[in-house]
């Protein structure tokens, strides 16, 4: 099987920056997609970022400029790094990733999430 983690989450004023990473570990093959999706109390869950395994990007319009998603292949682990915080940002974040494991056939992992609070 495969697991996601996720870390970097906390509480951090307007303005201010975060670093998420998630590391996927367990009897990986290969992964495609990785990305971030974040859910805010009453709303449903959206996607914030993505990167495919040739490093191609894809952001919400509301984060672009801000936020930037990378990874390392070798270390199995994606990447959000947050600038310029705003509280309409508070959510928590889940990590997906897109994963051929052995044994398994081609699915979608998440993460538990982690909590992002960013105060005015």
């Known amino acids: 099987q495969v697991q996601l983690v996720e870390s970097g989450g906390g509480l951090v004023q307007a303005g201010g920056s975060l670093r998420l990473s998630c590391a996927a570990s367990?009897?990986?093959?290969?992964?495609?997609?990785m990305g971030w999706y974040r859910q805010a109390p009453g709303k449903q869950r959206e996607l914030v970022a993505s990167?495919?395994?040739?490093?191609?990007?894809n952001y919400a319009d509301s984060v672009k400029g801000r936020f930037t998603i990378s990874r390392d292949n070798a270390k199995n682990t994606v990447y959000l790094q947050m600038n310029s915080l705003k509280p309409e940002d508070t959510a928590i974040y889940y990590c997906n990733a897109d994963v051929l494991a052995r044994g398994f056939r081609r699915m979608a992992y998440w993460g538990k999430g982690t909590q992002v609070t960013v105060s005015s």
């Open positions: 367990g009897s990986i093959v290969m992964i495609n997609t």
């Open positions: 990167i495919t395994s040739m490093q191609n990007t």
